[in-house]
Each structure stands twice: as C-alpha cells, then as structure tokens.
Nanobody, 125 residues
Framework: QVRLKESGGGSVQAGGSLNISCATS????????IGWFRQAPGKEREAVAA????????YYADSVKGRFTISQDGAENMLHLNMNSLKPEDTAMYYC??????????????????WGQGTQVTVSS
C-alpha cells in the first residue's frame, strides 16, 4: 500500500520560515516525479515545487522561486520543502504527491497521482 504522509506544517508570521516533509512508504510504481502542491480556500490546487530524480530537474512556481527549496532524501524516502520569507498568500493546505510525467514538468496538474493527506501552513501578517 502506497502512503505519503506530510508533517511539519504550522503557523508563522510573515517573513518567517517553515519546513515541511513528506514520508513515503510502499511501492510507488509508475511514478517518476514527486512534489508539493497547495490549495487555499476558494482557490484551485496549484503546483508549488517538484523534483524529477532521474532527470535531475526541479520545478518551482514563479510565486515561490527564490524562497522555497525542494529536496529529496532517497535513503530515507523523504521529500522536504524549505520555505523562507513566507507571505500571507502562502497560506494553504500543502500536499505531497507522486506522479508520472512524460516531458519536463511545467506545473500542470497530474492526470493521476498518489496524494498525501495534507499539512496546513498558515502565515499571518
């Protein structure tokens, strides 16, 4: 059984930092990309950052470039998102997802993905 479980969310003031992590377990077959998505109330889910290990490439949404860093610890089956200079507009539920891509990932919604249950990130002004 595939499981993705996020941790590390919380509340922080604008300008602060948070680290969130995703632990993966089970055999995630058919996937070659793993990343973070977020969804704020009343908004569509959007891709935040993703990593394609086999290609050695990373994707960042324009809104988080220079502030967020995605990393993966293959030995520990962990995915991390280091978030700095947080803004109130970063407030959302953050989800970890594993999915398959067929070209360089550009932030599109995956057709199929394994999803975690999410972790809340709240940034106050």
């Amino acid at each position: 059984q595939v499981r993705l479980k996020e941790s590390g969310g919380g509340s922080v003031q604008a300008g602060g930092s948070l680290n969130i992590s995703c632990a993966t377990s089970g055999r995630i077959s058919g996937t070659n990309c793993i990343g973070w998505f977020r969804q704020a109330p009343g908004k569509e889910r959007e891709a935040v950052a993703a990593i394609t290990p086999a290609r050695g490439t990373k994707y960042y949404a324009d809104s988080v470039k220079g502030r967020f860093t995605i990393s993966q610890d293959g030995a520990e089956n962990m995915l991390h998102l280091n978030m700095n200079s947080l803004k109130p507009e970063d407030t959302a539920m953050y989800y970890c997802a594993a999915f398959r891509i067929y070209d360089d990932y550009a932030g599109e919604a995956p057709q199929f993905a394994y999803w975690g249950q999410g972790t809340q990130v709240t940034v106050s002004s």
